[in-house]
């Protein structure tokens, strides 16, 4: 039996039986007294377990009656490799949880995950000085606003906006209801269907300046309709795809890209020199610009003609910087 196993028996009994004696922990675990005082310890130090000696009973119980269906203890569902890949993926949460709007509820948790790692070989303060994420697309907003929408989120509640639109330079007021969060390149967006504009949007978090909580419940919109309106087209821009790209990569070029997801739905294939060529649907083509000029003279536009247009004024207006 584990020192976790065990350390889980010890609750389950005091749960099921209400008061235990020494001796029957004992017994049942086929431990010593010295054992058994040492995970008493443990589960009361590390794991916050109100266990209390009563000396009319003649045995341990919970401090409070009902403490035994209330405490939970989760850290003692976790082996070690189970504890070790839940301080990683904390870790991973924590850079993304810019605003601090999962940290403060999930600290306690990652106390307990914590204590239990603190008697293993590998310590949660070695496993996170041994990752590093960086975002290098990340804007360094505060976002401020954060738990607002997550209360609408999960409420169903319309939320009533300040969004400044960096795109338009003009900020506006509008109610919204929320349909779900995205986390797309290193910035959080809020997918709403918008009250003012009649239709499906997404907004920057970081460009909501002040959000409140209506009264009012959400439209709900089906799965298939945000799938259509969002996910069928390249990018955060919204609205069913309207125009099909195609693009061709150097072989150098390819070694990256090709193990890249530009695209859901994309098709892709090499020729017979080498060269990558990628195919996806789109349907505004500002942010596909900037992602293609990226890669400099290592793609070109097959099609279509108004995006190989675009991209070909974008490079003119660039290189005019440098004419001199």
Same mark, same amino acid.
């Given at each position: 039996?584990?020192?976790?196993?065990?350390?889980?028996?010890?609750?389950?009994?005091?749960?099921?039986?209400?008061?235990?004696?020494?001796?029957?922990?004992?017994?049942?675990?086929?431990?010593?007294?010295?054992?058994?005082?040492?995970?008493?310890?443990?589960?009361?130090?590390?794991?916050?377990?109100?266990?209390?000696?009563?000396?009319?009973?003649?045995?341990?119980?919970?401090?409070?009656?009902?403490?035994?269906?209330?405490?939970?203890?989760?850290?003692?569902?976790?082996?070690?490799?189970?504890?070790?890949?839940?301080?990683?993926?904390?870790?991973?949460?924590?850079?993304?949880?810019?605003?601090?709007?999962?940290?403060?509820?999930?600290?306690?948790?990652?106390?307990?995950?914590?204590?239990?790692?603190?008697?293993?070989?590998?310590?949660?303060?070695?496993?996170?000085?041994?990752?590093?994420?960086?975002?290098?697309?990340?804007?360094?907003?505060?976002?401020?606003?954060?738990? #607002?929408?997550?209360?609408?989120?999960?409420?169903?509640?319309?939320?009533?906006?300040?969004?400044?639109?960096?795109?338009?330079?003009?900020?506006?007021?509008?109610?919204?209801?929320?349909?779900?969060?995205?986390?797309?390149?290193?910035?959080?967006?809020?997918?709403?269907?918008?009250?003012?504009?009649?239709?499906?949007?997404?907004?920057?978090?970081?460009?909501?300046?002040?959000?409140?909580?209506? *009264?009012?419940?959400?439209?709900?919109?089906?799965?298939? #309709?945000?799938?259509?309106?969002?996910?069928?087209?390249?990018?955060?821009?919204?609205?069913?795809?309207?125009?099909?790209?195609?693009?061709?990569?150097?072989?150098?070029?390819?070694?990256?890209?090709?193990? #890249?997801?530009?695209?859901?739905?994309?098709?892709?294939?090499?020729?017979?020199?080498?060269?990558?060529?990628?195919?996806?649907?789109?349907?505004?083509?500002?942010?596909?610009?900037?992602?293609?000029?990226?890669?400099?003279?290592?793609?070109?536009?097959?099609?279509?003609?108004?995006?190989?247009?675009?991209?070909?004024?974008?490079? *003119?207006?660039?290189?005019?910087?440098?004419?001199?």
């Amino acid at each position: 039996m584990s020192d976790m196993e065990r350390l889980h028996r010890i609750k389950y009994m005091i749960q099921s039986r209400g008061c235990v004696p020494i001796e029957d922990f004992m017994t049942s675990l086929e431990i010593s007294r010295a054992t058994f005082k040492r995970d008493l310890d443990y589960l009361r130090d590390r794991m916050n377990a109100p266990i209390v000696y009563d000396r009319s009973m003649g045995g341990y119980r919970f401090d409070k009656p009902n403490a035994g269906g209330k405490i939970e203890l989760p850290g003692l569902w976790f082996s070690e490799k189970e504890a070790t890949a839940l301080v990683l993926m904390q870790h991973l949460l924590a850079n993304l949880d810019t605003s601090g709007l999962l940290s403060p509820h999930i600290a306690p948790l990652m106390d307990i995950v914590d204590g239990i790692l603190g008697q293993s070989e590998v310590s949660a303060k070695e496993l996170r000085k041994r990752i590093k994420v960086f975002g290098m697309s990340a804007r360094k907003n505060v976002l401020e606003n954060f738990e #607002e929408v997550g209360v609408s989120l999960l409420k169903r509640q319309r939320l009533q906006l300040s969004y400044y639109s960096k795109g338009k330079n003009e900020l506006t007021e509008r109610a919204v209801s929320p349909q779900r969060l995205i986390f797309y390149r290193d910035n959080w967006y809020l997918d709403a269907y918008c009250h003012l504009r009649k239709g499906l949007r997404s907004f920057a978090m970081d460009g909501i300046r002040k959000a409140h909580v209506l *009264e009012d419940k959400t439209t709900e919109v089906s799965e298939k #309709e945000l799938h259509e309106n969002f996910a069928e087209s390249y990018g955060i821009f919204s609205g069913k795809a309207t125009q099909r790209a195609k693009l061709r990569f150097t072989p150098e070029k390819a070694r990256w890209v090709s193990a #890249e997801t530009w695209h859901g739905q994309q098709v892709s294939s090499f020729d017979k020199d080498g060269n990558y060529v990628l195919e996806f649907d789109y349907n505004q083509n500002p942010e596909l610009v900037m992602e293609i000029m990226k890669h400099g003279d290592g793609v070109e536009v097959i099609g279509p003609a108004s995006l190989k247009s675009k991209v070909r004024a974008e490079l *003119e207006k660039a290189l005019k910087k440098y004419a001199s």
